[in-house]
């Protein structure tokens, strides 16, 4: 199951990002964690690779694109103002970062809606057939 979920996300995520804004990832991780739910930190872990494996693919597709210039550029900015050396390959690693923890906060937040205590109560209530309604 974390497999489709995997592979769901990154193409959803493939898909939507060609016309719509570059957070869609995100929302695509949500929804995949709220209607896939099973466990929270499965959600996790799959929202996690799902949009680490297509921002990964897609960055160094646009930096293979642009020789390179534009992640180059930007990293000489964040090395000048943080007086330290980065190269474009950690500038790479860092955006790779952001979006695996993002997208597995997302499928991690999805999963926490359809997964909570009272869901856990009702259905061993229900294996244990044994019913209690309280009254106050």
């Known amino acids: 199951m974390i ?12 898909l939507l990002t060609l ?11 949500f929804l995949v964690g709220l209607l896939l ?4 930190g499965n959600n996790f872990i799959a929202g996690a690779l799902g949009v680490g494996i297509f921002w990964l693919i897609y ?16 990293a000489q900015l964040f090395s000048e103002s943080l007086q330290t ?13 952001i979006g695996v923890l993002l997208g ?9 809606i359809m997964h909570d205590e009272t869901t856990q ?8 057939k ?3 309604l309280n009254l106050k």
Do not use: E
């Open 104 to 112: 597995g906060l997302s499928a991690f937040s999805g999963a926490m």
């Open 59 to 74: 960055t160094l597709y646009l930096d293979f694109n642009n020789q390179h210039i534009l992640s180059h550029k930007i």
């Open 85 to 97: 050396n980065i190269s474009s390959g950690i500038l790479i690693a860092i955006t790779v970062l």
């Open 37 to 40: 739910s099973n466990k929270p």
């Open 130 to 132: 044994r019913y209690k």
């Open 19 to 29: 016309f719509l804004p570059w957070y869609l990832p995100f929302i695509v991780c």
């Open 3 to 14: 497999i489709i979920k995997i592979s769901l996300i990154a193409i959803l995520s493939f």
């Open 121 to 128: 109560r009702l259905q061993k209530s229900v294996k244990t």
